[in-house]
């Protein structure tokens, strides 16, 4: 069955980076569409960025523009967040998706979600 396991996350410093990395198994990566959401506490889920099929295209959220960079590796079947210029606002549990249509994304519904890695930036 296809898993995605995140991992990366942890306490960083308003100013700073971190990189998340998403491997999934039981798919073909280069058919889905991968991608990051985060949900913060007492706040409802948010698309972060997402990237297509074969890695040609690339989506952000606008409150990530010009921070956060998402990119793939297909002979690693791995998907990466790097997050720069970190803000405390963007303390969130950060979920790494996969979805072989893009307009799930729209819709915040991917088919597949992995567990979850906290991210949290103090001030």
């Known amino acids: 069955q296809v898993q995605l396991v995140e991992s990366g996350g942890g306490l960083v410093q308003a100013g700073g980076s971190l990189r998340l990395s998403c491997a999934a198994s039981?798919?073909?990566?280069?058919?889905?569409?991968m991608g990051w959401f985060r949900q913060a506490p007492g706040k409802e889920r948010e698309f972060v960025a997402a990237?297509?099929?074969?890695?040609?295209?690339?989506y952000n959220a606008d409150s990530v523009k010009g921070r956060f960079t998402i990119s793939g590796n297909n002979t690693k079947n791995t998907v990466y967040l790097q997050m720069n210029s970190l803000k405390p606002e963007d303390t969130a549990v950060y979920y790494c998706?996969?979805?072989?249509?893009?307009?799930?994304?729209?819709?915040?519904?991917?088919?597949?979600w992995g567990q979850g890695t906290q991210v949290t930036v103090s001030s």
């Open positions: 990237i297509s099929r074969g890695g040609y295209s690339t």
């Open positions: 039981g798919l073909t990566f280069s058919n889905y569409v």
């Open positions: 998706t996969a979805d072989p249509i893009f307009d799930t994304y729209y819709s915040g519904s991917p088919n597949y």
